[in-house]
């Protein structure tokens, strides 16, 4: 391993000529013209004195200003610029002064500006462009990675161009914050920039050079979209963005890009660091290996530089150079500031991501937000709400009716105990918070109202469905028909549809995640429990197995990457349940369950659906397809015949077989809706505990009351 080089000493020269002759900054070099200042210091163009065509770049720090450790830490990022001399693509330390007063850092002056200012000023822009700075930047992280050293604090500003010719030769500047990896392999100090920092950094958790892969997923998506992947209208709102990976490519800015570009970038912004790219990874994926230059040029990115002259003007690093930032002490990193507010109105206002895009102003340095932060004592759940009454209990989990002290109005809490967990499960709560943020106001799915984070317990204080889920109803109706299950079938399609167009995947479509709002109304139900939801980026992107035994899709089974598809899938096994009382694959063998549900083995049974119309047998069999490419999509089922009959003509078609099975196998029905996640192997793992323990509180609403 390399060590860290012996820290110039204060009052020596980097040059070993100006050293042995005891020159000094002024001795050597002449300053030119002012490019900036800030609090600590300025920046100056500057040309040796016996060379005076030689144009360097000197950043001038004033000590009298710096704290100890702020001092120390420019002799660190010295060292770190010394181990990186002669390395291509990184801004070279030409030479160091240091006085009692003063600092002088002198460095190849990067004529061409930044990167993303050059791309403001462009008229035509695409793919194959993006891909020339992206294979730049990945290779010069992977030299740095090589040495051990890690960046930390890679964002836009920190991309300069050599000259004003050549648009692709990247410079990487700033060693601020680099540090060389310890021998243990771990880093754990809190520090980089709010919009580009990683889930691991922020958490708190050890971390190495994958670090910096988080941060060139984010700056991949600026090169592409135009504008950052993560934003939000206070840092605690960011970062619950950022720890859970809630992204989006909006269509309207990433419609001519790759499938391969997005495959990657959602590679790079994975939560879990150990499933994330390395540099050396990265310049492997197909959208460097497999995608052709031609075909790359022919994804006109033009408009979206529109996107990145709106996002320049807004950057607070365009005011003032940061040359020395609080990376610890500062409020910023304060453990409140990490957790999430729990006023309502500070949390889901203005969560709609799915239009144009808008830039946060939270892309400055750690530092220029501390500067202005103050700790402010943050609200806790029992503040807020007083608990009535619990509802539910499991391993990990519990569900309450709480009443909101100020308003009165009553809601469910879930609240999910932190002790025991491993801390990256925090990943799968945040997650399922961002899905139901996402679908804000929308009517089929049940509302997240507040979410708090504390240190011991999350709380998802929810909509409180009382009126159980829609076997529950079924069982209490006087009589239920054919049209009562396209009813329930319709809000069903119109919930999962509106989460598709937004590209997310429930993956658990059950009959227990069908809840009603009360016991007096049949007509107010919603989808619940996002546990298992996800983003999809791209077709058949996610892999993980997740589901619910009986209702999982056979390319979940066959361990095939999936995507939207199998929601639909699960929703021609609800609307089979609903119609007859029981579902198309049963086995109490679970082996045998899965091999007749991989190979689509099932039947209409003669007697039980000898008098149900034939519309609602052809919608059926549209979902129960085992190649998700043939199976009907949300719209296209909306759009079927079934949905078409008259109302007056299924509600002649009495379904009472069907409560009676229902009824029958109740107990049996509950038992195989248990969500799990298959890991591929039987031992039970902390992640199975947390999904089961999931589970148990969102399968979980008050049963109806007796008549």
Known sequence: ???????????????????SLNLTFEDMYQLDERLRSGSYGVVHTCHPKLSAEKTYAVKILDRTKLKKHDDESVFREVAIMRELAGVENVVQLIDFFASPEKLYMVQVFAAGGDVFDRLAQRSLYNEKDSRDLATCLFKTIQALHDRKIVHRDLKPENLLLANKIDDCEILL????????????????????????????????????????????????????GGYPPFQGKSLKDLFRKIRSADFIFHESYWQNASVE??????????????????????????????????????????????????????SKWKVAIHAVRVATAAPFWDPDAVGFKSK???????????????????????????????PKRTLKFLDLYEPKKKLRKGSYAMVWECIHKETEEVFAVKIIARKGLDPKEDETVLN????????????????????????????????????????????LMNRY????????????????????????????????????????????????????????????????????PSYVAPEILKNIPHDTRVDLWSIGVVTFILLVGYPPFKDNDQSVLFEKIRKGEW?????????????????????????????????????????????????????????????????????????????????????????????????????????
Not at 215 to 222: E, K
Not at 271 to 297: G, I
Not at 451 to 474: C, H, P, Q, S, W
Not at 491 to 502: F, G, N, Q, T, Y
Request: aromatic content about 6%; hydrophobic content about 40%.
């Open 432 to 475: 399922e918070v961002s899905m139901m943020l996402s679908l804000k106001g929308n009517k089929y799915v049940v509302q997240l109202h507040d979410f708090i984070e504390e240190k011991d317990a999350f709380y998802l204080v929810m909509e409180n469905m009382t009126g159980g889920d829609v076997f529950d109803r079924i069982i």
């Open 603 to 707: 039947k209409f049974e003669e007697e039980d659906w000898n008098h149900i119309s034939q519309p609602a047998k052809d919608f059926v069999k549209g979902l129960l397809v085992v190649n998700p490419k043939e199976r009907w999509s949300a719209k296209e089922c909306l759009r079927s015949e079934w949905l078409k009959q008259e109302p007056e003509t299924l509600s002649q078609v009495y379904l009472d077989g069907s409560v009676r099975n229902i009824r029958d196998q109740r107990h049996r029905l509950q038992t195989i809706a248990k969500a799990i996640m298959w890991l591929g192997a039987s031992t039970k793992t902390t992640a199975e505990i947390v999904t089961q323990a999931q589970d148990v509180v969102l399968d979980c609403t008050p049963p109806a009351p007796k008549t």
């Open 261 to 314: 570009s997005k495959r990657l970038i959602s590679h790079l912004l994975a939560v879990n660091p150990k499933t994330r790219l390395s540099a050396a990874e990265a310049l492997k994926s197909d959208w460097f290996v497999k995608s052709d230059a031609e075909s790359l040029r022919s994804r006109d990115l033009s408009l979206n530089l529109e996107a990145i002259r709106a996002f320049l003007p807004k």
């Open 173 to 224: 500047a700033d060693f601020g914050f680099a540090r060389m990896l310890p021998e243990e392999g771990r880093l754990t100090t809190k520090c980089g920039t709010p919009a580009y920092v990683a889930p691991e950094v922020i958490t708190g958790a050890p971390y190495d050079c994958k670090c910096d892969l988080w941060s060139i997923g984010c700056l991949l998506y600026m090169l592409i």
């Open 1 to 19: 391993m390399t060590s860290i080089p012996t820290p110039i000493p204060p009052g020596v020269s980097l040059s070993v000529e100006s050293s």
């Open 344 to 374: 309502l109105q500070d949390l889901i206002e203005d969560e709609s991501d799915n239009e144009a895009p808008t830039v946060a102003s939270q892309e400055g340095s750690a530092s220029s937000d501390a500067d202005k932060a103050k």
């Open 481 to 548: 028909t054919e049209k009562d299950a396209r009813d329930l079938v319709v809000v069903l399609l119109k919930a999962v549809s509106s989460m598709h167009e937004i590209g997310i995947a429930h993956r658990d479509i059950k009959p227990q995640n069908l809840l009603l709002k009360s016991p007096q109304s049949n007509a107010d139900v919603k989808v619940g429990d996002f546990g298992f939801a996800r983003r999809v980026h791209t077709p058949e992107s996610l892999s993980t197995r997740f589901g619910t």
